[in-house]
Nanobody
Framework: QVQLVESGGGLVQAGGSLRLSCAAS????????MGWFRQAPGKDREFVAA??????????YYADYVKGRFTISRDNAKNTVHLQMNSLRPEDTAVYYC???????????????WGQGTQVTVSS
């Protein structure tokens, strides 16, 4: 059983930056593809980014609406995955969730594990 705990959310002005972190425990972190999702009020949860098992982080996938602004990375030695968010927009406001799965398809559709989420609010 893998436990995922997100941190780093908060309130930021449009154009600002935040760095989210997800700490994993209870399993073999390097054996999982890791991803980030988000859910805005009244909307479905949506995919943000995913990163491969390897420490090199290749391959990496991003949703079009964050490409060029967000960067996902991982540190297998510290069992953590990060999401660096730059040029934030009010429409990025959501609860951000960390997820883990054994394949990219699984992470994108039905992850094995979810974190509890961290709130990101971007003011205009």
């Amino acid at each position: 059983q893998v436990q995922l705990v997100e941190s780093g959310g908060g309130l930021v002005q449009a154009g600002g930056s935040l760095r989210l972190s997800c700490a994993a425990s209870g399993g073999s972190f390097s054996g999982y593809v890791m991803g980030w999702f988000r859910q805005a009020p009244g909307k479905d949860r949506e995919f943000v980014a995913a990163i491969s098992r390897s420490g090199s982080g290749i391959p990496i996938y991003y949703a079009d609406y964050v490409k060029g602004r967000f960067t996902i990375s991982r540190d297998n030695a510290k069992n953590t995955v990060h999401l660096q968010m730059n040029s934030l927009r009010p429409e990025d406001t959501a609860v951000y969730y960390c997820a883990a799965g054994t394949t990219f398809v699984e992470v994108h559709t039905t992850p094995d594990y979810w974190g509890q989420g961290t709130q990101v609010t971007v003011s205009s």
